[in-house]
């Protein structure tokens, strides 16, 4: 994967949603840190803001389905897990799929979408503003 354009900067982006993003960073990790079942997991910020150019690459390769992301409008974050400092999406790793899930959870509590509840395209580290 092409990563060189990819933005993890919370300030270009809806301050509502930078506001939202940082309370689920904090929540989340701060379940993970006193469960002593998810030893080594984490979650990071991987994608913020992303260009038109980035879209269309990930769109080619099929990480992506549409032409236009909410994350060109700065309404959209991409939260990937880390396993021992490394980005996992291995959901077939139950703790892993755990912390998507208290992702997921924690996202929705702040009133934003998250992608893993999407039916045709699941995408578990996406959550976004609603409309
Ligand atoms: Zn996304």
Redesign the pocket.
């Known amino acids: 994967m092409n990563i060189s354009n990819r933005s993890t900067d919370l300030n270009l982006i809806d301050p509502n949603l930078k506001e939202k993003a940082l309370n689920i960073l904090k929540t989340v990790n701060g379940i993970i840190n006193q469960s002593s079942e998810l030893n080594g997991l984490s979650i990071d910020v991987f ?1 913020a803001l992303r260009t038109q150019e980035r879209q269309d690459f990930l769109r080619n390769e099929g990480s992506s389905r549409i032409k236009r ?1 909410k ?1 060109q409008d700065g309404k ?3 939260f990937v897990v880390k396993l021992n400092g490394k980005w996992t999406w291995n959901t077939k790793d139950k703790r892993v799929l755990q912390v998507y899930q208290l992702l997921g959870k924690v996202a929705k509590e702040e009133g934003l979408v998250w ?1 893993g509840d999407w039916i045709k395209f699941v ?1 578990m ?2 959550v ?1 503003l609603k409309d």
Do not use: C, L, M
């Open positions: 994608e992301s994350h959209a974050v991409d992608g995408d580290p996406h976004e």
